[in-house]
């Protein structure tokens, strides 16, 4: 299994930044590692809510089936990832001050094809780990943008 723990603070409460992760569809607005959200289950929050996506890391690219599997608004959302890298994702949000949150973002994946697989996630892992990292950044524009509307 391969862990990557991404923390950060962003300019928004916890209410926000719950809207922005689980719009499901718009997901890849700040996660630009993927593309073609689709919910497939007729609900679309808590326990059970069932997506796809496309991700693509290092030119690899494969159809990401998750099932949301902890659902606890505005502090804690968990997915469990039932495509080609399975595991488990988590975000956990903390309100920081009055109107800031501390995201705390963990996957658990474990690689397809045995030890190849996981030598070959390893190799990967810093850039994910880049690449989460700069996630997060966009989302933090984003609930820039989303808080002040809010206040609008």
Not at 2 to 5: G, P
Not at 53 to 58: D, E, F, L, R
Not at 113 to 119: E, F, R, S, Y
């Given at each position: 299994m391969?862990?990557?723990?991404t923390t950060g603070v962003l300019p928004a409460p916890p209410e926000v930044v719950w809207k922005l992760i689980t719009d499901w569809e718009h997901q890849g607005d700040w996660m630009l590692e993927a593309k073609d959200f689709k919910v497939l289950t007729e609900h679309r929050e808590g326990v059970g809510v069932e997506a796809e996506?496309?991700?693509?890391?290092?030119g690899i690219s494969?159809?990401?089936?998750?099932?949301?599997?902890?659902?606890?608004?505005?502090?804690r959302l968990e997915i469990k990832h039932d495509g080609w890298v399975s595991g488990r994702g988590e975000f956990k949000l903390t309100l920081v001050g009055k109107d800031r949150t501390h995201v705390f973002w963990r996957e658990e994946l474990n690689p397809p094809?045995?030890?190849?697989?996981?030598?070959g996630m390893s190799v990967f892992r810093p850039m994910m780990s880049r690449l989460f990292?700069?996630?997060?950044?966009?989302?933090?524009?984003?609930?820039?943008?989303?808080h002040a509307a809010e206040w609008s």
């Open positions: 391969i862990t990557i723990d996506a496309t991700v693509s890391i290092g494969t159809r990401d089936r998750v099932r949301v599997s902890g659902w606890d608004p505005p502090q094809l045995g030890v190849l697989g996981t030598a990292k700069r996630d997060l950044r966009i989302l933090e524009s984003l609930c820039r943008v989303a």
